[in-house]
């Protein structure tokens, strides 16, 4: 993986990052970062070295990826090791997620307004919350339909 300059690096931090601001583990991030610029399928063991963290981090936390639906699984041809690539639709994949969390949150806002009918400022703030995560919600299949469209 000699193509991996400093910048790619930086790149692949801040979706480490950006995973755990989603409570999610840095590592997953890191090799999602890694998944994104690579086009080649990667071992366990180049990811390992890449990211230089652990094998045990690596199976860890391509086990969820793999749950999550964002990576892929690759055998090759007379090759006993896996390989892992990203997911062909990671992207819809992780949009899909956030508006089924978005549809979740906002049913449980609609479900207790009636416990709060009776204070208005804690009224003021489930209205509130509907209508943000209804826009949310709009967003989300918006682009879920504008990415079935390419």
Not at 2 to 11: G, K, M, P, Q, R
Not at 49 to 57: A, F, H, M, R
Not at 110 to 115: R, T
Request: aromatic fraction near 6%; hydrophobic fraction near 40%; include cysteine.
């Amino acid at each position: 993986m000699s193509n991996i300059t400093a910048e790619v690096l930086s790149f692949i931090e801040e979706i480490g990052l950006d995973y755990e601001c989603l409570n999610l583990p840095r590592i997953a991030g890191r090799i999602m970062g890694l998944l994104l610029v690579t086009t080649d399928p990667l071992s366990s063991q180049q990811i390992a070295s890449t990211l230089q963290i652990s094998l045990g981090s690596v199976s860890t936390n391509i086990n969820l990826l793999l749950q999550m639906g964002v990576v892929e699984k690759k055998s090759l041809i007379g090759d006993r090791i896996n390989y892992y690539i990203l997911a062909s639709n990671s992207n819809e994949k992780q949009v899909m997620d956030m508006l089924s969390t978005t549809i979740s949150r906002q049913a449980i806002f609609i479900k207790y307004w009636d416990v709060v009918k009776d204070d208005e400022i804690v009224k003021l703030r489930f209205k509130d919350s509907i209508e943000s995560l209804d826009i949310l919600r709009k967003f989300y299949e918006h682009n879920l339909s504008s990415s079935e469209k390419i």
